[in-house]
């Protein structure tokens, strides 16, 4: 296994998807604790939902998982050849089966649907952020991004970052998405671009190389994927796995204490 | 058009297939459409889910003669792939990698001072050439590119290192907001003021762009020296209301998957069964669609009623029709072949055809037909 990423990747403009392997051992620590009696298994569909299958795959056999759930055989020859001994099954194999019902996403932080939380003590694993590019002070009433849907309602800083649809933030959440700064949350003025979005950030002292976090754990004021999926008609689990191929994904392992 | 051999033991279950002479053929529209402007085809987001090399190719084959990316990474992506010629990248961090860029033979859309000191002081380093940049203004959108504000000081320090023989400034641009025309037209007009202002200290550019598709399309005083031609290239419209064919346009990528299990259906009345077919959202299809959108299979169309994290649930819409394994099935192409297109997804799902072809995922096999 490869070691893990202390660094932020400065290719991609510094664009970042960080995955607390730590934070997934111990989600898989309280599942396994629930799952009395029966084998735990693990949804690892759509690359283990955006977190990279193979090294989420190593996490989960050390914590204990019996059975990791995925596609097909292509999925299930990655974790083979990666020397990981788990059972595996597919729903989609040469047998000819049909896919099980979702067996939820809270080994990644998430209840099933909006409306079903988590179960106690689940903490989100995947936190995407990246750097402000640029800021500038604009008037009121200044336009912001396609169509000019958003104006500015009085004078204020406007801070650019190079998250937008194509790596993953839904264009949907337009008009209610959020991102944080400094553990403060600013909302995104105008349409969300393919590779950017502006935030209105007042008159906080915002500065280029501050980090803008889409959404993480939602335990320093930033919002969460649920909070995305709220604002844009999904759910985490489509947030969380419809994340780019432009923002690298770079593993941690914090201390968890619980 | 050949239709893939998928769904086999040795091919993958789903392909988006990419018709290099559909993007050969869009391009060249543009390079008509656009008399002595020059086609610069934006390629930013591995070509806007497409493939960036090989769309690069089939770009300047089709008379581009530049490629647009957003960042230098992607810049990057089509010098490693061996293409030459000219690359534009516009969206940078001040402390980006501008060494690289330069040696490379990037030319940098710069936005502020800072990023215009960074790669003064990289080209210092490198030697050679100076830097080739383009100066960016925001006329209006207010995302990057300098304000107005700072344009004076931008060009004077511009022509300061042109004259040291670090940089040299080959195109001023901005981009539109598409608001409405009177919008569009107004950030022309502070375009035309930015170059005149940039001339009065005396830099020289010799590209100035401001249209996208749309307005390459539709506003022919902004073609100006060079259009930046983005989700036109891959055929789709960005017009409200009017689709690719009454815009000569065709759509290049086709997306094709298999029935791979017959599942009871879910409605209990109903006595078709359902077909499962081994894409979900995390392969980029948008979950919201389900319900309002439908794949075609050899024998008809079926009604997409769920999409999962890597499968969708398709039924039957009329009697007589059934599912079968091993069917394919197209979720969307070119309407000219009876298809649902990437336009009808968005319509589904609340969006614009260009969140669809671009959020399709790595897992998803691209085929190129030449």
């Known amino acids: 296994m490869s070691p893990l990423d202390s660094t932020i990747d400065p290719t991609g403009l510094g664009r970042d998807a960080a995955i607390d392997l730590g934070v997934f051992r111990a989600n898989v620590s309280i599942l396994a604790a629930r799952a009395v009696g029966g084998p735990l298994v693990i949804d690892m569909t759509a690359d283990a939902y955006g977190h990279g299958l193979v090294r989420l795959a190593h996490a989960a056999v050390e914590s204990g998982v019996d059975i990791l759930s995925v596609r097909d055989q292509g999925d299930a020859r990655m974790i083979a050849d990666a020397g990981i001994g788990i059972d595996v099954r597919c729903w989609h194999t040469s047998r000819f089966s049909i896919p099980p019902a979702g067996s939820g996403i809270a080994a990644f932080g998430f209840g099933m649907e909006l409306t079903d939380g988590a179960p106690a003590g689940i903490v989100p694993v995947m936190t995407v952020s990246a750097p402000v590019l640029s800021v500038k002070r604009v008037p009121e009433g200044h336009g912001v991004s396609y169509g000019f849907v958003y104006r500015t309602r009085k004078e204020t800083t406007l801070a650019l970052v190079p998250l937008g649809y194509a790596d993953g933030i839904p264009r949907s959440a337009t008009g209610s998405g959020r991102m944080a700064i400094n553990g403060r949350q600013y909302p995104i003025a105008g349409r969300i671009a393919m590779d950017q979005v502006v935030l209105d950030v007042g008159d906080a002292p915002v500065v280029p190389g501050d980090r803008a976090i889409a959404f993480g754990p939602g335990l320093e004021g930033e919002p969460t994927a649920a909070d995305w999926a709220e604002c844009s008609g999904s759910t985490a689990g489509e947030i969380l796995a419809r994340i780019g191929r432009r923002v690298p994904r770079r593993y941690i392992d914090r201390e968890v204490a619980r | ?370």
């Open chain 2, 1 to 370: 058009m050949t239709t893939p051999d998928i769904g086999t033991t040795s091919a993958p279950d789903s392909v988006a297939t990419i018709d290099l002479a559909a993007v050969r053929h869009n391009v060249a529209r543009f390079v008509s459409l656009a008399e002595g402007s020059q086609v610069m085809t934006v390629v930013k987001a591995n070509a806007y889910g497409h493939g960036a090399a090989p769309i690069a190719r089939a770009a300047l084959d089709g008379g581009a003669t530049w490629l647009g990316v957003a960042d230098l990474a992607e810049a990057f992506e089509l010098r490693d792939a061996g293409i030459t010629q000219p690359v534009l990248a516009w969206l940078h961090e001040s402390h980006d990698d501008f060494a690289a860029a330069i040696e490379a033979g990037i030319d940098i859309g710069v936005s502020d001072l800072g990023q215009l000191t960074s790669l003064a002081h990289a080209q210092r380093a490198v030697g050679g050439a100076p830097a080739s940049v383009h100066l960016k203004l925001d006329t209006g959108l207010g995302r990057n590119g300098a304000d107005e504000s700072i344009w004076g000081a931008l060009f004077d320090e511009a022509r300061r290192r042109e004259l040291s023989g670090h940089v040299i400034v080959r195109g001023i641009f901005s981009h539109l907001s598409n608001a409405d025309d009177d919008e569009d037209a107004r950030q022309l007009e502070r375009l035309h003021v930015g170059v005149e202002t940039a001339r009065q200290s005396g830099l020289r550019p010799q590209l100035r762009h401001l249209a996208s598709t749309a307005a390459a399309l539709r506003l022919p005083a902004t073609r100006l020296d060079l259009v930046r031609v983005g989700i036109g290239a891959y055929g789709l419209s960005p017009l409200d209301h009017v689709g690719s064919a009454e815009l000569d346009l065709r759509p290049a990528m086709t997306l094709r998957s298999t029935i791979v299990a017959v599942a009871p259906s879910s409605d209990a009345d109903f006595v078709a069964r359902s077909g499962i077919v081994p894409l979900g959202y995390g392969d980029g299809v948008p979950p919201q669609a389900a319900g309002r959108i439908h794949v075609t299979g050899s024998g008809g169309r079926f009604l997409v009623t769920r999409i999962e994290s890597d499968h969708l649930v398709v039924e039957p819409v009329s009697a007589g029709t059934e599912v079968e394994r091993g069917d394919l099935v197209t979720l969307f192409g070119d309407t000219a072949e009876g298809v649902a297109s990437a336009d009808d997804w968005a319509r589904a799902a609340d969006t614009i055809n260009y969140e669809i072809v671009t959020r399709l995922g790595d897992r998803v096999a691209r085929e190129f037909i030449a």
